[in-house]
């Protein structure tokens, strides 16, 4: 048994562990990093990247298909190569967790632990490390960065076997499969789903409930489900679905009908990856979800020299918030116990489907449980200017303003460029922008941003504070 003395031991090197490592070592050069798997995150290896990288792949194949719109002619359906279109995900992606993995193997050695982490007591880890060797650690301060692992249920794994796969296996295909079935209809499940899809591979999708993305717009939700299900096969209320292995193959039985598919993909939800940790060794407070209670200000559990950030804190599932939470953690970890208390920025999260979803600033879900007194503007996107232009117009945007003062509240989105239009809506939340101070920003011509500007002008006639919007504006350009 190696034992070890520190400052700060920090559990995990993905993207919380590492904002967290380099701001605890502006305090404390006593701090050690400790990564059970391998190095280069789950964003650049098997999340964000790789995701986007098939999406591109997907996009590529979607404008040839959809060129014909546009009177130009491709005369043969175009052919994917598959063992191509996974090669350059794999190529790529390995050039960003070779960015990653250099940097995390630039830090000193001495501060440097491979091997799986738990509590064996209060501030005291026991590490199997990957040198075969126990190890012990006794840590001042300790932040707690796991991430988070896909929920698989028992009897999904028992009956299918490796024909089970999570989002981590299909970024390591050499080639794509015939026929795919997904398990879930959130933010995974769209993004994955559409791609295969796009890219010629047979998938069915299946939700457990009527829900189809993270929208909570009731409206928006409506149209989330009207527009995917008119691309993909979706079989929305499963919550059982029958499913067993013949071979290489799973079948499903649905509506009388049996289909077959290479492989079932779980995406129906992560869960922060606490169990193995030995909390129950830790001390430490748990909520009535058996998560530790923290501070999102501070990230501290309770009272104790203990942080917890990035996806295993179980709050917001995205790489800005796991880097933010990191360096909030990490900077109070290694202060201790001078803890500071830090803004968190506006909430932000978008959805790489087509069209896009997002939500900037506050749900439209989370506001009505606040009891906030706000009104919606609306626009359609179906006869926006520019997005006619292009052909992308399909989709909506709702904006939610406060009553009486005419702030930005919040934002839902599905429709063109939602990723850029849900930046300004965060932006301005943040700020704290009225509708007047942003209908009082420039707009360009014709540009998406116009339909941002029809839903703000609805608002502020609502909220009592302008004019009614000019019919057809002509001076706001055509199809503005
Ligand atoms: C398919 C997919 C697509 C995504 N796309 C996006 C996107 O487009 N945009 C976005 O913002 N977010 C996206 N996300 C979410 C984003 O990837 C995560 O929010 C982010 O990576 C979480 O970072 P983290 O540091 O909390 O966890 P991780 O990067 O997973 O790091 C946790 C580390 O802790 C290690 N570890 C766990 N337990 C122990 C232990 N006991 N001892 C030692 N080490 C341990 C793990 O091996 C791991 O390396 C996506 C996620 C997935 C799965
Ligand atoms: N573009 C992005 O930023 C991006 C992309 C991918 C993932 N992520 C992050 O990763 C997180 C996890 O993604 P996700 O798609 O796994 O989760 P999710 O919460 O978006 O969706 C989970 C889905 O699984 C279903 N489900 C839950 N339990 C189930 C069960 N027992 N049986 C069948 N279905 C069940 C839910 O009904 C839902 O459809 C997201 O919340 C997000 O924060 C972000």
């Known amino acids: 048994m190696r034992e070890h003395r520190v400052d700060v031991a920090i559990i995990g090197s993905g993207t919380a562990g ?30 964000c990247m790789p995701s986007k990288l098939l999406i591109a792949a997907a996009e590529a194949a979607h404008a040839v298909a959809e060129a014909g719109r546009f009177g130009v002619c491709v005369d043969a359906p175009a052919r994917i190569d598959g063992t191509a279109v996974m090669a350059r995900v794999r190529s790529e992606r390995d050039r960003f967790v070779g960015f990653v993995t250099e940097a995390v193997e630039g830090w000193a050695p001495e501060h440097r632990l491979r091997g799986w982490a738990r509590f064996i007591a209060p501030l005291t880890l026991e590490v199997s490390g990957a040198d075969a060797q126990a190890h012990r650690v006794h840590a001042e301060r300790i932040v707690i960065a796991t991430g988070s692992e896909p929920h698989i249920e028992p009897a999904w794994a028992a009956a299918l076997g490796e024909r089970l796969i999570r989002n981590d296996e299909l970024f390591d295909w050499h080639d794509l499969p015939r026929a795919v079935l997904v398990l879930g209809t959130g933010v995974i499940a769209l993004e994955l789903a559409q791609a295969l899809h796009r890219l010629g591979v047979r998938v069915r999708v299946l939700g457990r409930s009527q829900r189809v993305g993270p929208l909570t717009d009731p409206a928006l939700q409506a149209l989330a489900r009207e527009l995917f299900g008119a691309e993909l096969a979706l079989s929305l209320n499963q919550p059982t679905p029958r499913l067993r292995r013949t071979g290489e193959e799973v079948l499903l039985e649905l509506d009388g009908r049996t289909e077959r598919f290479d492989y079932v993909l779980a995406a129906a939800g992560r869960r922060p990856r606490l169990s193995g940790l030995g909390l129950e060794h830790s001390g430490l407070m748990l909520g009535p979800d058996g998560l530790p209670a923290y501070d999102r200000h501070t990230g501290q559990i309770g009272t104790a020299p203990v942080f917890i950030a990035g996806d295993a804190n179980g709050e917001r599932e995205l790489l800005h918030e796991a880097a933010d939470e990191g360096r909030i953690a990490g900077d109070n970890a290694g202060r201790w116990p001078d803890v500071r208390v830090r803004p968190r920025r506006a909430p932000l999260a978008v959805v790489f489907s087509d069209p896009q979803m997002a939500i900037a600033g506050h749900s439209h879900a989370e506001l009505r449980a606040a009891g906030k007194a706000f009104l919606a503007g609306h626009v359609s996107f179906a006869d926006q200017g520019r997005s006619r232009v292009m052909g992308v117009n399909r989709g909506a945007l709702h ?37 007047q ?42 199809g503005a």
């Open 437 to 478: 101070e942003m209908l009082d920003s420039p707009f360009y011509h014709p540009v998406i941003e116009e339909g941002l500007r029809t839903a703000l002008r609805l608002l502020q006639r609502d909220l009592r504070m302008g004019p009614p919007p000019v019919e057809r504006c002509l001076d706001c350009g055509p």
């Open 18 to 47: 590492m904002s967290a490592y380099r701001a605890a070592l502006a305090h404390t050069s006593s701090v050690l990093a400790i990564e059970g798997g391998p190095y280069g995150t789950t964003c650049a290896r098997v999340g």
């Open 399 to 435: 904006v939610y303003a406060a009553q009486g003062s005419g702030r930005l509240l919040g934002a839902e989105m599905l429709g063109p460029r939602a990723e850029h239009l849900a930046h300004l809506l965060a932006w301005s939340v943040q700020r704290g922008d009225t509708v």
